[in-house]
């Protein structure tokens, strides 16, 4: 069975940063392209950023130069540093798997709030 | 970068069919994914690349795509169908290639 569980969310304040981490269990977690996708309290979903199976990485203009995904295959497990969070960035963070540009199975979330 | 367009919201009776519809320009010429999300919960996968079903999904699921508009069909609508539900592509020209549209509120009356 699929599994992708989240953590390392919580409070920060505006201009501090945060990990977050994603366990993968179920799949063979190097065969696949990775994602976070955010969500806003009551707001649509968000692409935040993508790694591929070579470690390349992408992301959309909002969080580009701020936000670093990264893997690591041998713990199963993807990574998101944000930095210099804003108000903006307070949401759900899923983790995701990548399938033909879609997302097949997503994690339960961990949630980010920025605020002082 | 690429928009999608859904309805904010979309009413149906118990045992009737919904249609969900999602506008993007030349949209027939990507592949669509559809999300179902009950509040509180991940988004789960019911379709993708505009027509499949993964595995678990009912067959009363259905997708469609054809020039500017996608359509997600729900046949026999069951109350346990009442979800926020969301239409994606990929976008490989973009910059932000992962695009969603903003989500259509299905209520079963």
């Known amino acids: 069975e699929v599994q992708l569980v989240e953590s390392g969310g919580g409070l920060v304040q505006p201009g501090g940063s945060l990990r977050l981490s994603c366990a993968a269990s179920g799949f063979t977690f190097s065969s696949y392209d990775m994602h976070w996708v955010r969500q806003a309290t009551g707001k649509g979903l968000e692409w935040v950023s993508a790694i591929g199976t070579a470690g390349d990485t992408y992301y959309p203009g909002s969080v580009k130069g701020r936000f670093t995904i990264s893997r690591e295959n041998a713990k199963n497990s993807l990574y998101l540093q944000m930095n210099s969070l804003r108000a903006g960035d307070t949401a759900v963070y899923y983790c995701a798997r990548g399938r033909t540009g879609g997302f097949d199975y997503w994690g339960q979330g961990t949630l980010v709030t920025v605020s002082s | 970068s690429y928009v999608l367009t859904q309805p904010p919201s979309v009413s149906v009776a118990p045992g009737q069919t919904a249609r969900i519809t999602c506008g993007g320009n030349?949209?027939?010429?990507?592949?669509v994914h559809w999300y179902q999300q009950k509040p509180g919960q991940a988004p789960v996968l019911v379709v993708y690349d505009d027509s499949d079903r993964p595995s678990g999904i009912p067959e009363r699921f259905s997708g469609s795509n054809s020039g500017n508009t996608a359509t997600l069909t729900i046949s026999r609508v069951e109350a346990g169908d009442e979800a926020d539900y969301y239409c994606q592509v990929w976008d490989s020209s973009s910059d932000h290639p992962r695009v969603f549209g903003g989500g259509t509120k299905l209520t079963v009356l």
């Open positions: 030349n949209i027939g010429s990507k592949s």
